[in-house]
T-cell receptor, first 115, second 118 residues
Framework: AQKVTQAQTEISVVEKEDVTLDCVYE???????LFWYKQPPSGELVFLIR??????QNEISGRYSWNFQKSTSSFNFTITASQVVDSAVYFC????????????FGAGTRLFVKA | EPEVTQTPSHQVTQMGQEVILRCVPI?????FYWYRQILGQKVEFLVS????????KSEIFDDQFSVERPDGSNFTLKIRSTKLEDSAMYFC????????????????FGDGTRLSIL
């Protein structure tokens, strides 16, 4: 069965600190897709990144970077030089490629960035 | 950029009443979804819809829930007799492909409808 675990419920950092949000997933499929979404206080879900199971190349986008490690079933997200605007709940999610329709979300990590 | 739109943004309903949440998916998308997020909790899959029928549903999606695509643009979620525990944010999503996984874009989410049951 699919499962996404975000063990960190809340993280609090001071502005300009780097922060890593952990995500561990479980799936029986060999083809699957991993996502990160940001949910700011306004409530909408903002898509950040998608990775497929065949592509373990890490990705960097500005201050954001993602580390995908199939060997440990992890897909961690790092924010470099955090800013107050990064304060939000971040969700890691999994979609199986073997014909599944749904996306399974982790419980989310609430990030507080203090000025 | 095209987006999924949901109306209303906030719905307040008396317990036991029927409620319909409305969504307009992205026009060329073929797969439609509803998700629920109870306050402070994770986003949970409710149902997916393709080719005018439910393709997958979760155990949350019981007989009180139904979905419909009444015309070429709208996708609705109906809760027949609302309960207090139905209070949540409901997200509609759409995708070009199954699970949003095969295209360059994942499922596109609307901004959600906050449903409050009194």
């Amino acid at each position: 069965a699919q499962k996404v675990t975000q063990a960190q419920t809340e993280i609090s950092v001071v502005e300009k600190e780097d922060v890593t949000l952990d995500c561990v997933y479980e799936t029986r499929d060999t083809t699957y897709y991993l996502f990160w979404y940001k949910q700011p206080p306004s409530g909408e879900l903002v898509f950040l990144i998608r990775r497929n199971s065949f592509d373990e190349q890490n990705e960097i986008s500005g201050r954001y970077s993602w580390n995908f490690q199939k060997s440990t079933s992890s897909f961690n997200f790092t924010i470099t030089a955090s800013q107050v605007v990064d304060s939000a709940v971040y969700f890691c999610a999994l979609s199986e490629g073997g014909g599944g329709f749904k996306t399974i979300f982790g419980a989310g990590t609430r990030l507080f960035v203090k000025a | 950029e095209p987006e999924v739109t949901q109306t209303p943004s906030h719905q307040v309903t008396q317990m036991g009443q029927e409620v319909i949440l409305r969504c307009v998916p992205i026009s060329n998308h073929l797969y439609f979804y509803w998700y629920r997020q109870i306050l402070g909790q994770k986003v949970e899959f409710l149902v997916s819809f393709y080719n005018n029928e439910i393709s997958e549903k979760s155990e949350i999606f019981d007989d009180q829930f139904s979905v419909e695509r009444p015309d070429g643009s709208n996708f609705t979620l109906k809760i027949r007799s609302t309960k207090l525990e139905d209070s949540a944010m409901y997200f509609c999503a759409s995708s070009e492909h199954r699970g949003g996984a095969y295209s360059n874009q994942p499922q596109h989410f609307g901004d959600g409808t906050r449903l409050s049951i009194l």
